[in-house]
T-cell receptor, first 111, second 112 residues
Framework: GQQLNQSPQSMFIQEGEDVSMNCTSS?????WLWYKQDPGEGPVLLIA?????ELTSNGRLTAQFGTTRKDSFLNISASIPSDVGIYFC???????????FGTGTRLKVLA | DGGITQSPKYLFRKEGQNVTLSCEQN?????MYWYRQDPGQGLRLIYY???????QKGDIAEGYSVSREKKESFPLTVTSAQKNPTAFYLC???????????FGPGTRLLVL
C-alpha cells in the first residue's frame, strides 16, 4: 500500500531546541493528522488539519497543512525530555475512507 | 472515562493456533479499524468496519478475520494462515470513516 514520505527518520536534539519534521506525498490530501507514539503504546492524536494552509497549535506544537495539499509540517518549540517518542503523520485522500501513515520520525532529546 | 481498550497487552501464539485480540470502545464511534505495525514501517490497515454487522478488507487482510456484532466491539482473529504474525496490533475508532481516528494502547503478538 501507499505510504507517505516522512523526514527525518530520526533526530537527536538538545533540550530546549526547536524541532521540525515533515511529510510529503504524491497525492492530494484533504486531512492531515499528527500523532505521537511512546514505546509499546498506541499513537496519541496531537493535531488535526482540515484545510490547505491551515496552521494549528497545541501548546508547544504547531502543525501546518501545506498549500499544495501534498505536504504537512510539525514543529515543536523548546523541546523537553518528555517529547521523546515517535511522531507519525497520517493523510486522507479526498473521496476515500483510508488514512495513509508515514513511517515516523523518532525523536530523542538530550538533557 | 471514554476511550478504546485493547486486551491483552501481550499475547503469545503457538504454531497452528488461532488467537483473538480484543478491542472495545465507549466513544459511540461507528467506525472501527485494525492496523498492524512493524518496525520502520507505517501502520498498515488490516480490516475496517463502518457500521455494525459490516466490515471490509484493508491492505493486508490475508490470514486475519474480524466480526462486528456490537457497535462497541471489533475483535480481530489472527489465524494459523498468517505466517508472520509477530507485530504490534493497533485498534482505532472514529465517528465516521472520514473522521479523525483515535487509537487504543495496542497488543503485542509474539510467536512461540
Amino acid at each position: 500500500g501507499q505510504q507517505l514520505n516522512q523526514s527525518p527518520q530520526s533526530m537527536f536534539i538538545q533540550e530546549g531546541e526547536d524541532v521540525s519534521m515533515n511529510c510529503t506525498s504524491s497525492s492530494i490530501f484533504n486531512t492531515w493528522l499528527w500523532y505521537k507514539q511512546d514505546p509499546g503504546e498506541g499513537p496519541v492524536l496531537l493535531i488535526a488539519l482540515y484545510k490547505a494552509g491551515e496552521l494549528t497549535s497545541n501548546g508547544r506544537l504547531t502543525a501546518q497543512f501545506g498549500t499544495t495539499r501534498k505536504d504537512s509540517f510539525l514543529n515543536i518549540s523548546a523541546s523537553i525530555p518528555s517529547d521523546v517518542g515517535i511522531y507519525f503523520c497520517a493523510g486522507q485522500m479526498e473521496g476515500t475512507y483510508k488514512y495513509i501513515f508515514g513511517t515516523g520520525t523518532r525523536l530523542k532529546v538530550l538533557a | 472515562d471514554g476511550g478504546i481498550t485493547q486486551s491483552p497487552k501481550y499475547l503469545f501464539r503457538k504454531e497452528g493456533q488461532n488467537v483473538t485480540l480484543s478491542c472495545e470502545q465507549n466513544l459511540n464511534h461507528d467506525a472501527m479499524y485494525w492496523y498492524r505495525q512493524d518496525p520502520g514501517q507505517g501502520l498498515r490497515l488490516i480490516y475496517y468496519s463502518q457500521i455494525v454487522n459490516d466490515f471490509q478488507k484493508g491492505d493486508i487482510a490475508e490470514g486475519y478475520s474480524v466480526s462486528r456484532e456490537k457497535k462497541e466491539s471489533f475483535p480481530l482473529t489472527v489465524t494459523s494462515a498468517q505466517k508472520n504474525p509477530t507485530a504490534f496490533y493497533l485498534c482505532a475508532s472514529s465517528f465516521g470513516t472520514k473522521e479523525t481516528q483515535y487509537f487504543g494502547p495496542g497488543t503485542r503478538l509474539l510467536v512461540l
